[in-house]
């Protein structure tokens, strides 16, 4: 039986870190991700789990000091947030080519310029490119359970990989809300030991981490990591399944909502989501046709998955809540709409960005976004690229 | 299927309205509620005004906004009457409950026309009388229990008393008091 709590996003984390007692978890605090090293540090001093925790002076060196345990043979973790990610930028590369089964609680925020603590997701999006397998959490239960399921992802041997479990700062890391907790037996049954098949501290085979690779290497790095993330898609199903055996919650790439027969639909990750669909049930009872595809999994992208899911539909609309700034469209909906391209689904599809900077999202905000699809669908509209939901007037 | 409620809570940075919105979760929570506490976050500070908080009810909930249309208000600082806008979008067939020594007549007149409910409660009297100290949370927890009617008075008490126990387990000294300014607060709000 599963155990029903009351906890925010932070405290899920946390409680997920000290069912699955890592070895080593250095940290270096930062807003809205402190609770989580915080209260980590706590179940240590009160005797709770035995993980080493470092505390350092900045996340340049918390990522550089879960790289040395892990490259050691330790399962090591760490959480951090926005500028604290950006710190980290040179390590996060080096952990991904390391092939580093480690793992990052990211709590998503808005980088600064001009200074602001709440959620976006331009920290994660700007690191999407580092090789590090990316997913995302609507609520405190799905942050819980994707963690959960991280290590098994990033230890596997057709793996290797760096894992940022994201979810969004604030809106659910600071919610307290209903959530089922797994009793920790399962857990740790589920996670299981870390027997890494090579590691620096394993005398009776030398190894080296991190070495200088010339021209005529360097590239097979690159396509080795490209092969591990392709890899990984098969294991996070993998994963998913076996889950859903101990949990009875089911996770995929991404979860369609009322997608099957919708002719209109939004495209989103993180908190929005939940919020997307009661403007979802809404339409519906007015005969409107909407639907939702919330991605979980961002690294590696399902395009084919998502093309394939999107092909019936009349219009959609892909948001994003980080800019690029490439003047032509976001993260989530430029590789959207280059997955479709590939695909041959001829869709018609606009790109929007939503609560940059903590910006609130409301069902009103969902209603008005299908309110333009609708329009779009039915020609009365031109697809415009790109809108601003919730810009001030 | 009954919708759930919605309330927001408006405080100062310290008064403890955060504190008070994920209580009313907690104990919502513990009568098998589905429920929803959460304050919006900014550069905060002591004494700026901050707001705070809560879905509550029998429905899963899945929105992840701030709350625009509230239920009920919940003033934990009456000072804010003249600086935040306190009834805003705040339903006709709900209520607003505010801490305040002044008197209904008095007090109506700052609420911008609004034609909902209006409870007041003395907050800092309840703490002073009970507790010898000002916290007006709990006295505004109980306040708000008994005007939205989320749970029985009797439940909300026991479930109050356990969850007490639990947090004060190291200053037992405290519950007693605590107690007593709930019980207070469910006669003394008006």
Request: glycine content about 8%; some cysteine; hydrophobic content about 40%.
């Amino acid at each position: 039986m599963s155990i029903r709590e009351r906890m925010s996003g932070n405290e899920a984390v946390a409680y997920a870190i000290k069912q699955i007692n890592p070895d080593v978890m250095p940290a270096f605090p930062i807003t809205p991700s402190t609770e989580i090293p915080q209260m980590v540090s706590t179940f240590i001093a009160n005797g709770e789990i035995d993980t080493e925790f470092i505390p350092v002076e900045s996340e340049h060196s918390s990522m550089s000091a879960t790289m040395g345990a892990s490259a050691a043979g330790a399962r090591a973790l760490t959480a951090t947030s926005s500028c604290g990610l950006a710190y980290m930028w040179e390590l996060l590369y080096v952990a991904a080519s390391d092939r580093l089964p480690l793992v990052l609680a990211l709590v998503n925020r808005a980088l600064t310029g001009p200074i602001n603590i709440n959620c976006d997701h331009s920290d994660s999006m700007g690191a999407r490119d580092a090789g590090w397998i990316q997913i995302y959490a609507e609520n405190n239960q799905e942050a819980y359970d994707n963690f959960i399921q991280s290590f098994r992802i990033s230890e596997h041997p057709d793996v290797m990989l760096p894992f940022m479990a994201c979810q969004d700062g604030f809106i659910t890391s600071h919610a307290v809300e209903n959530i089922e907790l797994i009793e920790t037996d399962k857990v740790k049954a589920f996670v299981g030991e870390y027997n890494p098949e090579n590691y620096l501290l394993n005398a009776d085979m030398p190894m080296a981490v991190g070495p200088y690779a010339t021209s005529p290497f360097y590239m097979e790095t690159k396509m080795n990591q490209r092969l591990a993330m392709k890899n990984a898609k098969k294991v996070i199903l993998d994963v998913a399944a076996e889950f859903e055996k101990i949990s009875g919650r089911k996770y995929g790439f991404f979860e369609e909502y009322r997608l099957d027969d919708a002719e209109i639909a939004i495209v989103i990750m993180g908190s929005a989501a939940g919020t997307t669909k009661d403007a979802i049930d809404a339409l519906r009872a007015k005969g409107i046709k909407a639907g939702l595809l919330k991605i979980r999994v961002f690294r590696p992208f399902p395009g084919e998955e998502i093309a394939e899911a999107l092909k019936n539909v009349k219009a959609v609309a892909v948001l994003d809540r980080a800019e690029s700034f490439s003047a032509c469209g976001g993260p989530v909906g430029s590789e959207v709409k280059a997955a479709m391209f590939d695909a041959g689904v001829n869709v018609k599809a606009v790109n929007y960005f939503y609560g940059i900077g903590g910006r609130d999202y409301t069902v009103e905000s969902a209603t008005e976004v299908f309110e333009d699809l609708m329009k779009i669908a039915d020609g009365s509209m031109e697809p415009e690229n790109f809108k601003y939901v919730g810009l001030r007037k | 299927m009954k919708k759930n409620i919605e309330i927001r809570w408006h405080g100062r940075g310290g008064q403890g309205a955060k504190t008070a919105a994920l209580l009313l979760a907690d104990v919502a929570f513990s009568t098998g509620m589905h429920v929803q506490g959460f304050p919006e976050y900014g550069p905060e500070r002591m004494g700026a005004p901050i707001t705070a908080y809560n879905r509550i009810g029998s429905e899963p909930i899945r929105v992840h906004s701030n709350i625009y249309n509230p239920d009920y208000v919940v003033v934990v600082d009456e000072t804010l009457l003249h600086s935040v806008d306190v009834t805003k979008g705040l339903s006709k067939d709900g209520a607003i409950v505010i801490n305040t020594t002044k008197s209904k007549d008095e007090i109506i007149p700052l609420l911008n026309g609004y034609e909902g409910g209006v409870y007041i409660i003395d907050a800092r009297k309840v703490s002073m009388a009970t507790l010898g100290k000002y916290f007006p949370n709990s006295p505004m927890l109980a306040s708000i229990v008994k005007v939205s009617g989320i749970m029985d008075e009797k439940v909300f008490l026991s479930q109050m008393e356990e969850s007490y126990k639990h947090k004060f387990a190291k200053k037992p000294e405290v519950i007693e008091g605590n107690m007593n300014a709930l019980r207070m607060a469910l006669s003394e709000v008006k």
